[in-house]
């Protein structure tokens, strides 16, 4: 067990619909990165939230979005899902702005399966 | 813009075989480097990582890497292979410059023959 907690651990969904997937990080840790896991794109990094606020973005499509709560945990929204969207979405989280000596810890990741 | 490839997507190896997974990368900047394992149906573990300093760092299962500025390359080693090191290898690169966003490479999948 990493500590970084991610539910649920698999989802199957229809097109069109709306997701929320959600990360608690290890305590103590404010930062927040989500990437997304695909056999044609890779592991591809989406967004990052420190302590709150939104830090970094990567290639998030405008019908994904994220946040990250007073209490750390975090919340990725994925709205009118399409076929390509089934991946395996990882979060990862730090005690900084950055890695730390021990990098960045990974969840186990959420299986999202649009059909 | 930052990058990572990894040059073999499959290797296959004996158990008791030495292991060199090959990593090159592209960064603008004083690279973060690191290597991630995954097993089947699980979570990144982090193997270990350059930040600074001395060029071979060590990490964990008995794994070390080279970090070769003038080469940008930073391989990952290990001298005997162990049967339960057969998983998929991931090198990454972030750094200040790319507010520590990581590029992963594509991922080299280890295969150990008995």
């Known amino acids: 067990d990493s500590g970084v907690t991610q539910t649920p651990k698999h989802l199957i969904t229809a097109t069109g619909q709306r997701v929320t997937l959600r990360c608690s990080p290890r305590s103590g840790d404010l930062s927040v990165y989500w990437y997304q896991q695909s056999l044609d794109q890779g592991l591809q990094f989406l967004i990052q939230y420190y302590n709150g606020e939104e830090r970094a973005k990567g290639n998030i499509l405008e019908r994904f979005s994220a946040q990250q709560f007073p209490d750390l945990h975090s919340e990725l929204n994925l709205s009118s899902l399409e076929l390509g969207d089934s991946a395996l979405y990882f979060c990862?989280?730090?005690?900084?702005?950055?890695?730390?000596?021990?990098?960045?810890?990974f969840g186990s990741g959420t299986r999202l399966t649009v059909v | 813009a930052q990058s990572v490839t990894q040059p073999d997507i499959h290797i296959t190896v004996s158990e008791g075989a030495s292991l060199e997974l090959r990593c090159n990368y592209s960064?603008?900047?004083?690279?973060?480097l690191f290597w991630y394992v995954q097993s089947p149906g699980q979570g990144l573990q982090l193997l270990l990582k350059?930040?600074?300093?001395?060029?071979l760092v060590q990490g964990i299962k008995g794994f070390e890497a080279e970090f070769k500025r003038s080469q940008s390359s930073f391989n990952l080693r290990k001298p005997s292979v162990h049967w339960s090191d057969a998983a998929e290898y991931f090198c990454?690169?972030?750094?200040?410059?790319?507010?520590?966003?990581?590029?992963f490479g594509k991922g080299t999948l280890l295969t150990v023959n008995p």
């Open positions: 990862a989280s730090s005690a900084i702005n950055g890695p730390t000596e021990n990098g960045y810890t």
């Open positions: 350059y930040f600074s300093g001395d060029t």
């Open positions: 990454a690169v972030g750094g200040r410059a790319s507010n520590y966003k990581l590029t």
């Open positions: 960064y603008g900047a004083t690279p973060y």
